[in-house]
């Protein structure tokens, strides 16, 4: 066993402290935060959880949670169908779960709020409406940085249809160049469809900006809303990109409840995605009359409690002050950042001066994953392995790396955990 | 170290991670398996020389975790001079010791192979050591290969042994 630098808790201290004391104060009151969030009080593997894997699904309120069980234990009934008084409950609350969404993103209207499972199904949902119509030799430009949920169903009409993809480069820290996108654009591009934040290295990208260009070249936009909607307010309008998707699990919603946001006009022109119930109009078996949107794209019962649940999680962060969450996610940030940095043998992928709580990293002569089994035992919950963008993996070097991903209910002591576990698993593993 | 960690990163472990035997291509194989673990990213190449029932000589190249690694390291240790039927056993034996499905007739048996006895805990890196013997098992049996246990392996039989 190698006999690494001793762990200097007084020097991680006085960066800690240097930090807190430089960023501005906010009033945020963690400790009240974390009251409303059950599953962080918990002891695993007899250490408090430290819990750090945000970004693959955040853990929920418990508002949210009385609100599923409430829906089925009092409204539980199909929608838009019956006329009886639970159906009216049920319906109800969905739409209103809809309005909230509209709200949220600072939508036009309602109708260009489609629920859905969750970011991948919209991007699906898109790709198959509006491929549809594209032909071989057409164009579709991604960036380096997606996950494989805005990558896969381009390859997939791909093969169905010939178009090709072109990709947008990122530079070493991480970011997007907007002014090289143009570059790739062409007579035949059809989509420019990019993340608002990536995944892995929690880059904001400039997504306004980019939309404007796009936009010259009379290219529509998709964006992967993903990682955003938990940090930051977005606002679909003030982006003007043309598809906006997202899922209710990474913040704070259900799992299975996910939106896709498209402008009216877009969404019109768009073809079904899946026939059913509560799709249509009028149906034969000559011919059926499609509903508009929202509802052409929801054939099926929804998933009605997670729609509720999304609706209660949106009102609990517009309840917060979500400036003061997002100072407080980036004093965690920099404190995560100048103490990963003293860690031996450490480095960090993504170094963004734009960047939402997330932290990739690999160390020197040991694996993610045993990394992340020694953090567990730990009671440190963190993700390991590709993130499920194996190109961005690629483009780095590496073939996995562990990720420590914040929200505004994590500590400064959580962060200092991870650190001495890092340590530590330096110390018992080379 | 806790005393639950130090069951799975025992001392053996590690030095095997940190210093694999065998660790090297091989010109004169007679089947090389890739092996893939599409969870994880871990990737491992298994070279075999067969000298008729006899495994004459193994090796691997690859990156993974320190389980993984050192999984395939004790492997070709242990693998190296013995006959394919040996062989075949020897996977059973190791898979159960993994997979904790049944208690060993005789635990001894496996010797150094022990140290990874505590992975059996850990379900969710019980694939980790098991790349390189589910290999192991397609290069003695190519012609079964395929998507095996969430594992993807190929089989490639160099054509100057066909």
Redesign the interface.
């Known amino acids: 066993?190698s006999h690494p630098r001793p762990i200097d808790r007084d020097a991680m201290r006085a960066i800690e402290e240097q930090i807190l004391a430089s960023s501005p104060q906010t009033d945020w009151d963690v400790q009240a935060v974390r009251r409303d969030f059950p599953a962080l009080h918990q002891r695993v593997?007899g250490a408090p959880l430290a819990y750090l894997d945000n970004a693959a699904t955040s853990q929920k309120p418990q508002v949210v949670i009385d609100a599923v069980s409430r829906y089925y234990r009092r409204d539980n009934a199909n929608v838009r169908r019956g006329v009886h008084v639970l159906a009216e409950r049920a319906t109800a609350a969905y739409e209103g779960a809809r309005e909230k969404v509209r709200h949220f993103l600072n939508a036009r209207s309602v109708r260009e709020i489609v629920f859905l499972r969750g970011t991948t199904e919209a991007i699906n949902l898109v790709a198959n409406g509006l491929g549809s119509r594209w032909m071989s030799g057409d164009e579709i430009v991604l960036t380096r940085m997606e996950h494989h949920a805005n990558i896969v169903p381009w390859q997939l009409l791909r093969e169905r249809c010939g178009v090709r993809l072109r990709v947008l480069p990122i530079t070493p820290a991480g970011e997007l160049e907007p002014e090289r996108i143009a570059g790739l654009f062409s007579e035949r591009t059809r989509l420019l469809a990019l993340t608002h934040v990536s995944n892995v290295l929690g880059t904001v990208n400039p997504v306004a900006e980019m939309v404007q260009v796009a936009h010259r070249h009379g290219i529509p936009v998709l964006v992967d809303g993903a990682q955003a909607v938990p940090h930051m307010v977005v606002d679909v309008q003030a982006l003007d990109c043309d598809f906006y998707c997202f899922s209710g699990h990474k913040m704070f919603a259900p799992t299975g409840i996910g939106v896709l946001y498209g402008k009216e006009a877009l969404l019109e022109a768009l073809p079904p995605y899946q026939g059913g119930g509560e799709m249509i109009r009028r149906v034969s078996f000559e011919k059926t009359d499609f509903a508009d949107p929202p509802y052409r794209f929801e054939a099926g019962t929804p998933h009605i409690a997670g729609a509720v649940g999304l609706g209660v999680a949106i009102d609990y962060l517009e309840g917060l002050d979500r400036k003061a969450a997002a100072d407080h996610e980036r004093r965690l940030l920099h404190v995560a950042t100048a103490q990963l940095r003293e860690v031996p043998g450490l480095r960090i992928l993504g170094e963004a001066p734009n960047k939402v709580g997330v932290v990739s990293f690999v160390m020197e002569?040991?694996?993610?994953?045993?990394l992340g089994?020694?953090l567990d035992?730990k009671g440190v919950a963190v993700r390991?392995?590709?993130h499920c963008a194996?190109p961005l993996?690629a483009f780095y070097g590496v073939?996995?790396t562990t990720r420590a991903s914040l929200a505004f209910y994590n500590t400064p002591q959580e962060i200092d955990r991870l650190v001495e576990g890092l340590h530590y698993a330096r110390e018992?593993?080379? | 170290?806790?005393s639950?960690?130090t069951d799975?990163?025992q001392?053996l472990l590690?030095d095997h991670?940190?210093h694999p035997h065998n660790f090297r291509a091989m010109d004169t194989a007679s089947r090389i398996v890739e092996g893939y673990n599409p969870?994880?990213?871990?990737?491992l190449k298994l070279y075999l020389r067969l000298e008729g029932d006899r495994i004459a000589d193994i090796s691997f190249q690859g990156?993974?975790?320190?389980?993984s690694t050192a999984s395939a390291s004790m492997l070709t240790d242990r693998i190296k001079g013995r006959t394919v039927g040996e062989a075949e056993q020897l996977f059973e034996s190791v898979h159960d010791l993994l997979t904790g499905a049944r208690p060993l007739a005789d635990p001894g048996d496996l010797g150094a192979l022990e140290a990874l006895a505590g992975v059996s805990k850990?379900p969710m890196?019980v694939k980790?050591a098991t790349l390189s013997w589910h290999a192991l098992k397609s290069a003695l049996r190519p012609a079964i290969v395929g998507v095996n246990a969430d594992l993807e392996l190929s089989v490639r039989v160099p054509a100057s042994c066909v």
Not at chain 2, 63 to 67: K, L, S, V, Y
């Open positions: 066993m593997n002569d040991v694996h993610a994953h045993d089994t020694v035992h390991t392995g590709h194996m993996m073939p996995a018992i593993l080379t | 170290m806790s639950e960690l799975l990163y001392e590690l991670a940190r969870l994880c990213g871990d990737d990156r993974g975790c320190a389980i850990y890196r980790c």
